[in-house]
């Protein structure tokens, strides 16, 4: 079975910052990846996700993750975050027949 | 189209109560799912559906059961309620198992 491990808990940045949110997996296959965001009062949306191809995925509001697989890693990047960016982060894997939610980032942005 | 609806949007119970959180999508996605998010431990995965029809277990299925009788219903039902089971609950589908989840807007749910 699969395990996703989310480094940081809880980071605080100001606006331009730069953000790197690490997600580390254990699992022997091929595996499927996903970043997932969740602003405050809102559900769940998609960010980004990986399948194959390219290890270097862009997704929504200029964000991106690169999958390596030889440290079992797909680390969430931004090179300038905003105030807007403040939620919680979740990273995802899915090895065998479900995914597993990493126990996720809260990502606080200072105006 | 809506999505994914869930009901109710909260509600507090008192503990020994049965309760079923419904969840119902209208994207014809084959896979359903129920996580809990607590805080500090993430989301974590309560039972899924591959398919109409089949359903299986997560990582913390004790105490809720599902059904999946059609592609669109995935109610999560509480036998008993108890106090450990205060959460929020997030109902999610995905066209496949490896496909992008779509979440509904969560069950705030507390026992007393």
């Known amino acids: 079975a699969q395990s996703v491990s989310q480094h940081n808990h809880h980071v605080i940045l100001s606006e331009a910052a730069s953000l790197e949110l690490g997600c580390n997996y254990s699992?022997?296959?091929?595996?499927?990846l996903f970043w997932y965001v969740q602003y405050p009062g809102q559900h769940l949306q998609l960010l980004l996700k990986?399948?194959?191809?390219?290890?270097l995925v862009k997704g929504i509001k200029g964000f991106e993750a690169e999958f390596i697989k030889s440290k079992f890693s797909f680390n969430l990047r931004k090179p300038s975050v905003q105030w807007s960016d403040t939620a919680e982060y979740f990273c995802?894997?899915?090895?065998?027949?479900?995914?597993?939610f990493g126990k996720g980032t809260r990502l606080h942005i200072l105006p | 189209i809506a999505g994914i609806t869930q009901a109710p949007t909260s509600q507090i119970l008192a503990a020994g109560r049965r309760m079923t959180l419904r969840c119902t999508q209208d994207?014809?996605?084959?896979?359903m799912y129920w996580y809990r998010q607590d805080l500090g431990l993430g989301l974590r995965l309560i039972h899924y559906?591959?398919?109409?029809?089949?359903?299986g277990k997560g990582e913390v299925p004790d105490g809720y059961s599902v059904s999946r009788a059609n592609t669109d219903d995935f109610p999560l039902t509480l036998a008993s309620a108890v106090p450990s089971q205060t959460s929020v609950y997030f109902c999610?589908?995905?066209?496949?198992?490896?496909?992008?989840?779509?979440f509904g807007p969560g069950t705030r749910l507390t026992v007393l």
């Open positions: 999610a589908s995905s066209e496949t198992t490896i496909d992008t989840q779509y």
């Open positions: 699992y022997g296959g091929t595996v499927n």
């Open positions: 990986y399948f194959s191809g390219d290890p």
């Open positions: 995802a894997v899915k090895g065998d027949d479900k995914i597993i």
């Open positions: 994207m014809r996605h084959n896979a």
């Open positions: 559906s591959n398919t109409a029809g089949t359903t």
